[in-house]
């Protein structure tokens, strides 16, 4: 799974922009509230030139404050003391530079200075606005290091429940191959006791097996057509055992062969059929399987004509397996079910995500 970003920055323009724009709000409302006597004492026209250069005025020093507190505290160091003594700095700074500013300015407009009963009051509410932007950006700073503290947690969890689930998906995976094994060497000890050409041949057949098998137990994919290639190998297998008492069929489509599917699980449900279904039977039976892909769903089924639904045949070790492999590996995506066939036996299906390899 690709990280998810966290913008933990905004472009330069959009913060000038932002700047600018809290800037101006600013001087608008500290032009507004030093104009109203204004507008009622002068008349309009000499009034609103009056209001208009108190808010360049205002506009200005706020921009020059605004600014330097923003940029300012971004070069701070992060521990503790040596931030707030830096910030303090960077507040008395920006206020005294913007108050030049706005002085400078009326120097200008005016040719005159700001007049000397007003310099303190501009001084502070320099400082004051400041102090207020220094708070309201260290507030900011402090919410974006904590939201990226709680989405680089939520990128950890994410991390951690893959690799659990690719840690137990590999437990269950190893649990089928001693079981599988084990199940193939009994059968040809057996077979040798009875029958030793066939059970020599059989031993042949087992060993071109494994030699294909083994080393493809360990992947966590395989494709259909590889899974095929091996159910094929271990049915001829097993045809040796049980000769005319084991009827196979197998119809997997060669266009499908392509798709995605968990190695030995199709392995474990033939293993079921012939130790459950059709193994027990005197006559022995059939195993069919088959595959096909409907609406974007790869459905794989084996059906056998043993003794059915019997205790144990729908809970053992092989089939929990499957359903956790399955839980691991899709989610909610798979599914895998038993029914009876007719007119006897079991048809087991899994139904998968028809993913190409």
Known sequence: MEDLPFRRHRSWIEVLGILVALSAALGLMKSLLESVWTFILVPFPEAW????????????????????????????????????????????????????????????????????????????????????????????????????????????????????????????????????????????????????????????????????????MRDDRSNLAREAELIRAFLAVHQIRMGPRLQVSIAVPAELGGRVVPPMMLLTLIENALKHGVGPLPEGGAIAVGAHETDGRLVLRVADTGRGLVAGSGGGTGLANIRARLRAMYGGQARFSLRLNEPRGVVAEIELPALAA
């Open 49 to 216: 030139r009056l209001f208009v250069l108190t808010w360049q005025q205002n506009f200005l020093g706020a921009a020059v404050v605004v600014l330097g507190v923003a940029t300012l505290p971004r070069w701070l160091p992060q521990h503790r003391l040596a931030r707030w003594t830096g910030l303090a700095l960077a507040v008395i700074a920006a206020g005294v530079v913007g108050w030049v500013v706005q002085d400078s300015f009326v120097r200008v407009a005016n040719g005159a200075p700001i007049p000397p009963e007003e310099r303190g009051y501009e001084l502070h509410s320099s400082l004051m606005l400041a102090v207020l932007v220094a708070a309201l950006g260290e507030y900011h700073w402090r919410s974006l290091r904590a939201a990226a503290a709680v989405h680089e947690a939520g990128l950890t969890r994410i991390r951690l429940q893959g690799e659990l689930a690719a840690g137990r998906l590999q437990v269950l995976q190893a649990q089928v191959e001693p079981h599988f094994l084990f199940n193939s060497l009994a059968n040809a000890r057996r077979l040798l006791r009875t029958d030793g050409e066939a059970g020599r041949g059989m031993l042949a057949d087992l060993m071109r097996y494994l030699e294909s098998a083994l080393p493809r």
